[in-house]
Structure formats: C-alpha cells, structure tokens
C-alpha cells in the first residue's frame, strides 16, 4: 500500500470545517484504491496568532517541506484584520509559497452542467460550458520587481518594474504544455506583446518550447483580447498560461463566470511533486462553524492534490466523478442556489460525496 504525508493547514474562519470534509474524503477514496495517508495539521494565519503570536511559525514551514504534499483551508477574519501588515494573517499565504518554492498557480474555471443556471452569462454562452485551466506564473514579474518612490519630473512619483528570465518563463511554459498534453492539448498564450518586452520575450520562449510539444496547438493572445474574449467565448480556451499579474486578473474573472465561488480549488506548484493545495475562496467568517460551507472546492483541491502530487489519477477522477453525481442528483449547499432537495450543510454534502464515491 501507498503511503503518503499530507500537511494539514486548517486556518482560520471555515478552513477547520472544510479542511476536515477533504480529510474524510481521501480516507474514504483511500480506502477504495488502497492508498494511506498520515494527515498532520500545523498552525497558519490567525490561529497560529492566537496560539504563538506569528502568523508563520517556524515548526509550520519545516512541517510542510517536510510533507510529501499540503492541503490549506483559508486563513484571516475580522479578529486580525487591524493587526500590523507583518503580523496579518494573509502575510502566512506569501510566506509559506516563498518558503515552498511555488512558481505555478493551477487555477481550473468549470462550469458545471448541473450549475448552469448560477453562471451570470448569457445563456447562450452558458450553454456551451466551459472548463479551462489557468496556469499563473506566481513568484516572478511586476509583483516581485524593483519597485519605489522618487521625485520626477511632475513631482512625486511611484514605480514598479516587470522583469521576467528565460529560466523563469521556461519552467512555467513547459508546466503549462504539460497539463495541456493531459488535457485537451490547445494552449493559449497571454501577453501583451504588443507593448512589453517582457512579453516579446515570453511569447518567443512560448514558440521555441512549442517545438517540443508538436501534439499541442499553442495560440497567443493580447491580455486585452483575452478579458473580452473569457466573457464572450469562455469554450474556446482549454489551458491558458500567463505572467503572475494578468493571471491573478484573469483567473479571477474566469472563476466569476462559473458563478459559484465554493467550488473552484487551486494547486500551487514547486519543480518537484509537493505543493501547495486550496480552495480559492476565503475563509468565510459569516458562515464560520455553522456547518453552512461549502466543501466542494476543498474536496476537489484533494482531488487536484492526488493526480498532481501522487500520480493517483484513477482515486482523483473517483473524486470529481462523485462530485459531479452529487451536483447532477440535484443536492446543493446554500451558496449554490435552488434545490430540489432540502439543503445541504458541510456534514451532509461531505457524506453524499463519499456516498457516491
Ligand atoms: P471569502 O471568499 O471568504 O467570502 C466571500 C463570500 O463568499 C462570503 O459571503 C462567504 O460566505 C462566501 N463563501 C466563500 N467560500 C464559501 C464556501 N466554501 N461556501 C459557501 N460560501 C462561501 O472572501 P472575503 O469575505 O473577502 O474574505 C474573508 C477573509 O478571508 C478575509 O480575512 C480575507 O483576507 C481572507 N481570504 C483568505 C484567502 C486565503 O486564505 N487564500 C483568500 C481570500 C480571502
């Protein structure tokens, strides 16, 4: 039997109730496929605050270079929220993708049949689903550049400044021709090409590695277009890559399109296995410990988790094929809408997913 180690960081708000959901879950696909798992949780955010006075602790970092992966709940709330910008709790997420070596943001966008009606385009559009996945190049680019204040020309003045390497934008591309190969195999390329040199180099190192990959067609896009495109014709775009700050733009518009925030997972990624798994959505203080969350998106996080970090890909696909069972036999948690059923809290979607497992 497979054993594997997975980091547990629960967090603050609902993350202890979601985090558990994904726990009970994999112990039941465990189960099935005969796959172990030592769960250990560690402190982060506002909970590792209030325990030992630092958002980040130090037996927290080690714990999870340490783990073979690590799935996180969310973290801060309104407790912390006037804390010093070093003692937040949002300040634990940058540290421990810093401390992990996460260059790659996974961010799949899929509008599920059965969730058609929350999607807020029209339903034409709707009609013809979607499922894309976005991968963001996460620890390089304008967020991480030189950046100041000087005086110039008009007075005071602010800059920050993009800069990108062949290395950098290699190991993202080639992550991104390798997801598309297990996927529908097209890749479109954003940038904005027409402007930076940034991009001008992106877009070449894009077309020399394309040459490695004859199976998948690669495609570029002006960032611009893409914004318009993501709300006009979602269907087109199968895996997407882009620079940290257009892709923190437009993987949040992409989840906006499927309506439904408590579904969408993540997996951040280093150059080996390990990684950084969560729901993109917070820590939901207004429903906190009210066994009004929604699982799903954590759920799936472990799913990502199994077929990214593990190799497991027939345990991960027995997740997200009870998920859409669950969806499609009508049940929902309150943020997903209408019901044919009496709704669902976290508890009771959790056993309906393991149900149909
Ligand atoms: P949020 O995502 O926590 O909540 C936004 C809205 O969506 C709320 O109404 C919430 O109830 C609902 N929602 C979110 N997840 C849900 C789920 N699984 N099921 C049902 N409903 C859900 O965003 P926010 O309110 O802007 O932030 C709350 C706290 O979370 C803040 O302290 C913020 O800094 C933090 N946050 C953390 C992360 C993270 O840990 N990665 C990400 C975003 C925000």
Redesign the pocket.
């Known amino acids: 039997m497979k054993e594997y180690k997975i980091g547990l960081l629960k967090?603050?708000?609902?993350g202890p109730e979601?985090v558990e959901s994904a726990v009970r879950v994999l112990e039941a696909v465990g189960k099935k496929r005969n796959i172990g798992f030592t769960f250990t949780p560690y402190l982060i955010?506002g909970a590792a605050i209030d325990e030992c006075g630092k958002p980040l602790p130090e037996e927290t970092v080690e714990g999870c270079l340490n783990s073979d992966s690590v799935l996180?709940?969310?973290?801060?709330?309104?407790k912390w929220?006037t804390l010093p910008g070093h003692l937040r709790?949002?300040k634990a997420?940058l540290g421990i993708r810093a401390a992990m070596g996460l260059f790659t943001n996974l961010r799949p966008a899929k509008l599920y049949p059965a969730l058609k009606g929350a999607c807020p385009l029209r339903e034409d559009i709707a009609q013809n689903g979607f499922d894309i996945m976005i991968v963001r190049e996460l620890t390089g680019g304008i967020y991480f550049g030189e950046r100041g204040y000087r005086e110039g020309k008009y007075g005071e003045e602010a800059y920050d400044t993009e800069s990108y390497s062949r290395m950098e934008i290699e190991r993202i591309v080639r992550v991104a021709f390798e997801t598309a190969r297990k996927r529908r195999k097209k890749l479109t390329s954003i940038d904005k090409a027409n402007v930076l040199e940034t991009s001008r180099l992106w877009r070449k190192i894009v077309h020399e590695i394309a040459a490695e990959y004859p199976d998948v067609e690669v495609a570029d896009m002006l960032v611009d277009n893409a914004a318009m495109q993501l709300v006009r014709n979602p269907s087109q775009f199968d895996v997407i890559v882009t620079s940290n700050m257009f892709g923190d733009i437009l993987s949040d518009e992409a989840s906006q399109i499927t309506g439904s925030?408590?579904m969408l997972p993540s997996a951040s990624l280093d150059s080996g296995k390990r990684g950084l798994y969560?729901?993109?959505?917070?820590?939901?203080?207004?429903?906190a410990r009210q066994n009004?969350?929604?699982?799903i998106?954590t759920v799936l996080s472990a799913a990502m988790m199994l077929l990214y970090a593990f190799d497991e890909k027939e345990a991960s696909e027995d997740i997200v094929s009870a998920v859409d069972k669950v969806l499609e036999a009508g049940y929902r948690?309150?943020?997903l809408g209408e019901s044919k059923y009496p709704l669902l809290g976290t508890k009771e979607m959790t056993d309906k997913i393991i149900e149909n497992l």
């Open positions: 967090g603050d708000g609902i979601i955010g996180l709940g969310a973290v801060g709330g309104p929220d709790p949002e997420l925030i408590g969560e729901p993109i959505h917070g820590s939901a203080p207004d429903i009004k969350a929604n699982p998106a948690t309150a943020d």
